[in-house]
């Protein structure tokens, strides 16, 4: 097998960036923090918190010395196999319909609504255009060939998920009318580029919109978009109900936060769960799951149907980008569990649940 340095693959001008921001994380966050709330845990002095493990990020240099120094296998171009998606299909939905776009980018189809998770259909995911995690296949679809969207619905401020460009084309999509649903303290930042319809939510928050009823829940995660912005937006996942119960996770490791939201929501008809940017585990496992944790949640939110998302699509950690599937059905195959009760999707393929 074709061996290769990463630290050539991904340049070093990304590494140099990414180390400045890290930097910056440090010295960011000075005086109280615009959310603090001694009643809210999750409301730091300096920061949104996680509800359960809120240990300091293991060394982020000690990972970029291990890539530097590694030599790993040669990924497919292709990424995650993708196939065209059936866009008469989409314009004339029947049931719950479910299409994968790629990474976390699920258009869900119910009730007549047409609801958009975490669009990051930019070809690069970065603060820049010349480096950055870019992505591995094609769009299985252009942002115009999408149903007019009612609602987006945003996770967290990671440029993987919440990627200004496409939010952009998705406004002029369809006429100014999509409703924007985000994280606390996200809103400015989408109304500097423009984009209005835009709320914001605590967790346990939420709104209706049309048919819909929309709850923006906990994960165990972070995140920052520049130097100095460390935690200061918040991250999560969102319920959305209407005919079905649809369950997307955001970015989270494995945390109790899954047996709460099904206790305070109830069981899931289909979560979107995350299956890639796992390795190395000694780094990540605080926050992005494995496959076995995976299938843990699929199993605390009673979920009927499970479907992977955030894989094949940018790489963002050292696993190979066609591993998380092989993995997941290992974990399916050891909790004795049918691997139709989370299958693994092609890019552009829709599922339908009656
Ligand atoms: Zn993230
Ligand atoms: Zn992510």
Redesign the pocket.
Same mark, same amino acid.
């Given at each position: 097998m074709k061996l290769r340095v990463k630290c050539y693959r991904n340049g070093m001008r990304l590494r140099m960036i990414l180390m400045l921001f890290n930097v910056g994380f440090l010295v960011g966050c000075a005086g109280t923090f615009k959310y603090y709330d001694a009643n809210l845990p999750h409301h730091g002095k300096t920061g949104f918190l996680n509800n359960y493990d809120n240990s300091p990020k293991p060394s982020v240099l000690k990972w970029y010395w291990q890539r530097w120094t590694t030599s790993f296998p040669e990924d497919d171009p292709a990424g995650a196999p993708t196939i065209p998606v059936d866009l008469q299909a989409l314009q004339n939905p029947e049931g719950l319909m479910l299409t994968w776009l790629g990474h976390s980018a699920m258009l869900v189809q119910m009730d007549g609504m047409n609801v958009l998770t975490d669009p990051a259909l930019s070809d690069r995911v970065s603060p820049v255009s010349f480096a950055g995690p870019k992505r591995y296949g094609k769009l299985p679809l252009q942002i115009e060939q999408l149903p007019a969207l009612d609602v987006v619905i945003i996770?967290?401020? +990671?440029y993987?998920?919440l990627d200004l460009p496409s939010l952009k084309k998705i406004y002029d999509q369809n006429g100014g009318r999509t409703q924007f649903l985000v994280p606390l303290g996200n809103k400015v930042l989408l109304e500097s580029e423009g984009i209005k319809n835009v709320r914001e939510f605590d967790w346990w928050q939420g709104t209706q919109v049309g048919a819909l009823n929309f709850t923006f829940t906990p994960a165990q995660?972070?995140?920052a978009r520049s130097l100095f912005d460390r935690n200061l937006t918040l991250?999560g996942g969102w319920m959305v109900k209407g005919s079905h119960q649809v369950f997307f996770a955001?970015?989270t490791g494995y945390s109790k936060d899954f047996q709460d939201i099904y206790q305070r929501l109830g069981a899931v008809d289909v979560a979107l769960i995350p299956i890639g940017?796992y390795s190395p585990r000694w780094f990540m496992q605080l926050? +992005?799951i494995d496959a076995g944790e995976a299938v843990q949640i699929h199993k605390d939110l009673h979920a009927k149907l499970s479907l992977p998302v955030h894989w094949g699509t940018f790489k963002l950690s050292d696993e190979p980008m066609n591993e998380p599937p092989e993995k997941l059905r290992e974990a399916l195959q050891k909790a004795n569990l049918p691997l139709s009760v989370f299958p693994v999707m092609k890019r552009g393929e829709t599922r339908i649940v009656k």
């Open positions: 996770s967290h401020g +990671h993987d998920h995660h972070w995140t991250w955001g970015d940017a926050q +992005h």
